[in-house]
Structures are given as C-alpha cells and as structure tokens.
C-alpha cells in the first residue's frame, strides 16, 4: 500500500522527511507528521547514522527514503519508514564526492555529485533496498567564467522527467542541462543544453501540465534567474526560450537563489533565495514567468521547498528550522503559518 492510500484510510498521519547537516549540528533524517488542516509539523523520530543526509528522496510506494551523505567520498543509503522512526536497511553504498541530491529513477537511485562533477547510478532491488556498489558514473566535463564557483563541473540536481525515458542532470559549473539515459545501469548523455555562461543552473522544476509536461524552469544560483525552457520528451531536448529574474531589484550584497516549487495547478513558481532570504512569487503566463512578489522566508539561508497541499514547506540552514507557509490559492502569495526547530536544516521532502 502507498504512502497516500495509508493515510487515506487513516493508517498513519501524512508523513514530512526531513535532512540535515551532522556536521554542523543537526540531527540527521526526521520523520514528522503533516496536520491535514493546517500543514504544521510534528517530529516523531530521526536517526543520525549517516553523516550530512543533505537530500532526500522517496521511493515511488512511500515506504523508501533515500538520503545522500554529503561528504568526500559520498554515499547513499536506504531507509525504511514505514513507522515513525527511519530505519537503515543496510550499508550506504559509495557514490561520488559530496552528493547534493538524489532520485530514484528506471530500477536505481541516482545521485548528483557536486563535488566529483559525476552522475552516480546505484541500482536497487525488487523491495527498494540498495543492490550496489554503483553500477555507473557519468562524469561532466567543462567550466564557466565565474572565477570561484565555475572552474569545474559541479552537478547539483538530478530528476527524472515525466515520461520516465529521461532523466536531467543540472550541472552549476559547467551552466547546462544534459539530457540522459540508463543504458544497462550506466549514465549515458543524450544531448547537453547550454544556458547563458556565468548564470550557473542550480535546480529545475517541470511543469505538472499540458504535454510530456512540456515547460521546465531552471532556477540559476549565480544569477537569480529562473530560465523558462520547452520540454520535448519525444525527441528528449530541452530548449531555453528565456529567463525571468526572482528578485525585484538587482542585489548589490550576494544572493543565492536554492529552491524551486511549482504549484499542483501550474498557475505559480516559488523560488528561495539565500542571503536575501526570500520567497519569491512567479506567475505562470504562457512560455514566460512574471515576478509577482516576494516574502521573508521565515527564518536564514533557505536551501530546499517543499510543496504539497496548498501548504509551502522551507528548510532555512542557517536558522535552524523549518517553516510552512499555508498560499493563497489566488495569489500564490505564501503566507506563514509556523515553524519547527531543525538546526542546519537542509531539505523537506512530502510524501503528498
């Protein structure tokens, strides 16, 4: 049974899952409840064995949570959550150096490793489990002209699209998207995308309307920018068509735009953005985004959304918490409703 069929027939409380980072003091994965009227958070457990589960992924049937280790060398491993408490299902399998994300895509978990520049492909047995060690590596090639965060590749994302033929690897240091396959368990690229140089894709989000959900935004870290592409899962080519700021003015201090939401009805984007410390509002209008407005993000440094409901869900790393946002379903305007205390807090993930 489904995570949702449980809590449809009132088995269990709908779940949120929770990373952070060990290292600076946070206590690893949580496990928490998801009022039904409100959105606000309950903790019911967490387990710390694995150092800096930074993001967290669930299996398609809810009952497999997947957790990078942020670290060099990284790894992945497994948990089940089918009570309250995450428990490990075996050994986390060695994948690239500091892993940033994570997904489970056609019989294997893959991971994005930032450090490495590498797509890690881990397969995984019938019940979820990992099967490792990996079964391929897809190393990126390239740079950018940004002098500090450009001088290599950095593979931040990894996501499959909804057709399941494809999966797309969000590369920060080398501004591209490359469109791949598994081709007997190894990362294959199919075709790679440029985006303007110096922009510096960090995530993107696919459109959950109209064909093979054919518009996907690519939030940019080193310009707040989220770019606007045409999706082709047929021929599997991603095709930039423009890009739309998140930030009213120009920021003359660093800002770090991190995550991306889109609205279950298509009609909004949410972005977070670091140092401003801000939720931005987009209205979707065709193939374009217009900046509706922004909010304070409820707490410092947002670094993951999380979005089912009509409730927005933010981890701020820096704060130590993690803030839900109950959205005006008019506006999109997000509008805050409470918070719970995570220290270094890093993704949310829902199993709405």
Not at 286 to 314: D, F, K, Q, S
Not at 332 to 349: D, H, K, L, Y
Request: charged share 15%.
């Amino acid at each position: 049974m489904t995570a949702a069929a449980r809590a449809a027939d009132g088995r269990r409380p709908r779940r949120a899952y929770i990373g952070s980072f060990t290292s600076a003091g946070g206590p690893g994965v949580l496990v928490a409840a998801v009022d039904e009227e409100s959105g606000a958070l309950t903790v019911l457990g967490g387990a710390d064995d694995v150092p800096d589960p930074s993001y967290l992924a669930l299996s398609p049937d809810g009952d497999t949570l997947y957790a990078v280790s942020e670290t060099a060398p990284g790894a992945v491993a497994a948990y089940r959550v089918t009570g309250d408490k995450p428990e490990l299902t075996g050994p986390p399998v060695a994948v690239g150096d500091g892993p940033t994300h994570l997904c489970p895509h056609a019989g294997h978990v893959l991971t994005a490793d930032h450090g490495s520049g590498s797509v890690t492909a881990v397969p995984l047995r019938p019940d979820g489990t990992l099967a490792g060690p990996a079964s391929g590596t897809l190393r990126h090639t390239g740079s950018g002209p940004h002098p500090r965060h450009q001088r290599e590749p950095h593979a931040h994302q990894v996501l499959p699209d909804p057709s399941g033929r494809w999966f797309l690897g969000v590369d920060l240091g080398t501004d591209s998207v490359r469109v791949c396959a598994l081709v007997d368990g190894v990362p294959v690229v199919h075709h790679e995308t440029a985006l303007r140089p110096g922009s510096g894709p960090r995530h993107l989000a696919f459109h959950p309307h109209g064909p093979d959900g054919s518009y996907v935004y690519v939030l940019n870290e080193l310009a707040p920018t989220v770019t606007v592409c045409r999706w082709n899962a047929s021929a599997g080519l991603l095709e930039p068509l423009g890009e739309a700021s998140v930030l009213p003015d120009t920021p003359e201090g660093d800002a770090y735009p991190s995550g991306i939401a889109v609205s279950c009805d298509g009609r909004f984007v949410w972005t977070a953005t670091r140092g401003t410390d801000v939720l931005s509002v987009l209205a979707v209008e065709g193939a374009g985004l217009r900046l509706v407005t922004t909010v304070p993000c409820g707490g410092e440094w947002p670094r993951a959304l999380g979005h089912a409901a009509g409730t927005l869900y933010v981890a701020n790393q820096h704060s130590g918490d993690v803030t839900w946002f109950t959205v005006d379903p008019d506006t999109g305007t997000p509008v805050r409703g409470g918070s719970i205390e995570v220290p270094a807090a890093s993704c949310v993930v829902l199993d709405l």
